[in-house]
């Protein structure tokens, strides 16, 4: 167990909706990323959040945002969901400061869009 | 051409072999390079991690970095059933603001008893 609480495990939805995914890092990280895991694309950065504040950003479409509360936990919003958002949607977290390598992935949401 | 090159096999070795997984990159600013075991349907395990070039040992596992080359390397010594997952090889820049990992599409590692 990494410490990274990802909720829910499995998602199922339509195409046009909006989801949202949340994560909770481990005990004491400040940064938390979040990866899109797809077959064809293997695993990909979407952005990161230190702090509170965005650090970093990957191919992350427009329709995606997410967002890193005072209490550090994540939330991603997927919207208008198209058919091949379908894949698997990690957060990892780090210490950060020097630490931004050394990131702990959760369990993972897998998200069906049918 | 993607960044981080890596065969997805599927890799088959007997119970107790010596297992060698390799990526090649492209970005010569990459300084830290990670190694991560992925069960199915399980988020990403850190295995180990190495610091520029150099070689780093853990238990049974050992990460080599040849930078010159872009080339890195995790061996398995007496590989055992459990081990077998798929290994995904990653890398960053190592900013001290950022820390956006770059993965190799993983090889998949089978250990047969």
Request: glycine share 8%; net charge neutral; with cysteine.
């Amino acid at each position: 167990d990494s410490g990274v609480t990802q909720t829910p495990k499995h998602l199922i939805t339509a195409t046009g909706q909006r989801v949202t995914l949340r994560c909770s890092p481990r005990s004491g990280d400040l940064s938390v990323y979040w990866y899109q895991q797809s077959l064809d694309q293997g695993l990909q950065f979407l952005i990161q959040y230190y702090n509170g504040e965005e650090r970093a950003k990957g191919n992350i479409l427009e329709r995606f945002s997410a967002q890193q509360f005072p209490d550090l936990h994540s939330e991603l919003n997927l919207s208008s969901l198209e058919l091949g958002d379908s894949a698997l949607y990690f957060c990892a977290s780090s210490a950060g400061q020097g630490r931004n390598h050394e990131q702990y992935f959760g369990p993972g949401t897998r998200l069906t869009v049918t | 051409q993607k960044e981080v090159e890596q065969d997805p096999g599927p890799l088959s070795v007997p119970e107790g072999a010596i297992v060698s997984l390799n990526c090649t990159y492209s970005n010569s600013a990459f300084q830290y390079f990670m190694w991560y075991r992925q069960y199915s349907r399980k988020g990403p395990e850190l295995l180990m991690y190495t610091y520029s070039s150099g070689n780093k040992e853990d238990g049974r596992f050992t990460a080599q970095v040849d930078k010159s080359s872009k080339y890195i390397s995790l061996f398995i010594r007496d590989s055992q059933p459990s081990d077998s997952a798929t290994y995904l090889c990653a890398m960053t820049v190592g900013s001290s603001n950022t820390g956006k990992l770059i993965f190799g599409q993983g090889t998949t590692l089978q250990v047969k008893p």
